[in-house]
Nanobody, 121 residues
């Protein structure tokens, strides 16, 4: 069993910053690609950023230059540093991870429970 636990959400003023964290735990052999998605009320979930185990990074156009994704492989943790936040960044943010477990020796994608980010004055 694998758990992804997110933290770091909250309320911030426009132009402010937040740092999200997501830690994977359980009977893990390896954690490969990790990423962040977000879902605003009434909208579909959208991809935000992703990082491979080797550090190859991609961003959605809407966050490029403002958000930075990083990871600590030793801790099976991914981070999302969000700067210059805008009201349209308001959403529930979800992390996901492609994980190989001891039990299955197969890669599956797991999701966190989500953390709310609200950008408002």
């Amino acid at each position: 069993q694998v758990q992804l636990v997110e933290s770091g959400g909250g309320l911030v003023q426009p132009g402010g910053s937040l740092r999200l964290s997501c830690a994977a735990s359980g009977s893990i052999v390896s954690v490969n690609s990790m990423g962040w998605y977000r879902q605003a009320p009434g909208k579909q979930r959208e991809w935000v950023a992703a990082i491979t185990r080797d550090g190859i990074i991609n961003y959605a156009g809407s966050v490029k230059g403002r958000f930075t994704i990083s990871r600590d492989n030793a801790k099976n943790t991914v981070y999302l540093q969000m700067n210059s936040l805008k009201p349209e960044d308001t959403a529930a943010y979800y992390c996901n991870a492609a994980v190989i477990t001891i039990a299955t020796q197969t890669q599956y994608t797991y999701w966190g429970q989500g953390t709310q980010v609200t950008v408002s004055s």
